[in-house]
């Protein structure tokens, strides 16, 4: 899975703190870490040299805990981050959101596509169909995923569907309305309504 490093930049410093040495280091000096899921870390340091930390453990590859078995820069500067909300913690990693490429933390077990707050849609919600650009409403969101959903009248899959050849085939699937006026915040659909069903990708939240 494709994973997202932190921007190689100095963290802002508390500035009434008196702070020792390797601290201050950990702080200032450009680096950036790349979350590689277990709970370990890529620290790339200022010098472009790459370590590796086990947070957990409190361990790292560079010759300052290696020798002297200390709480190194990298060590301290991947606890920063994750404090700062700039990497994820262990168990999580850093990934793009599908939609507008930010980053967004989630589970490391977790499946594409991933969203970001903005573009995860519910319910409710105003979508657009890439296909036709049509305005539809969400009535549901669903884990299954677009193979393994078929549409009755079609006898195929949403995924063998003919205008769905373009989208990934294991995404969830999401079933929306025309038009959108006429369905409750809370999803209720009237009987009268039609519900089609899209693989997640290629509805966009407006
Ligand atoms: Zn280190
Ligand atoms: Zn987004």
Redesign the pocket.
């Known amino acids: 899975m494709k994973t997202t490093a932190s921007p190689k930049a100095p963290l802002p410093v508390p500035r009434t703190a008196h702070l020792p040495e390797r601290s201050r280091r950990a702080h200032t000096e450009p680096m950036s870490v790349l979350p590689l899921g277990d709970g370990l870390y890529e620290?790339e340091s200022a010098s472009d040299h790459t370590?590796l930390?086990d947070l957990e453990a409190g361990r790292?590859?560079?010759?300052?805990?290696v020798f002297r078995k200390t709480r190194?820069?990298?060590?301290r500067r991947v606890a920063l981050e994750i404090t700062a909300g700039r990497t994820p913690p262990p168990g999580e990693i850093a990934v793009d959101c599908h939609d507008c490429g930010e980053p967004v933390f989630v589970d490391e077990d977790a499946a594409a596509p991933f969203y970001c707050d903005d573009h995860t849609i519910y319910p409710g919600d105003t979508v657009v169909d890439r296909e036709t650009g049509d305005r539809l409403t969400v009535v549901d969101v669903s884990e299954l995923r677009a193979d393994a959903v078929n549409i009755g009248a079609a006898d195929c899959t949403v995924a063998e569907y003919r205008t769905n050849e373009d989208y990934d085939p294991d995404v969830p699937v999401v079933g929306a309305v025309y038009p959108h006026a006429t369905v409750a915040s809370n999803g209720v659909v009237p009987a009268s309504l039609k519900v089609y069903v899209f693989p997640r990708t290629r509805l966009e939240k407006r």
Do not use: E
Not at 60 to 65: A, E, F, G, R, V
Not at 72 to 75: L, M, Q
């Open positions: 620290v370590y930390v790292c590859t560079c010759p300052d805990y190194c820069k990298h060590i």
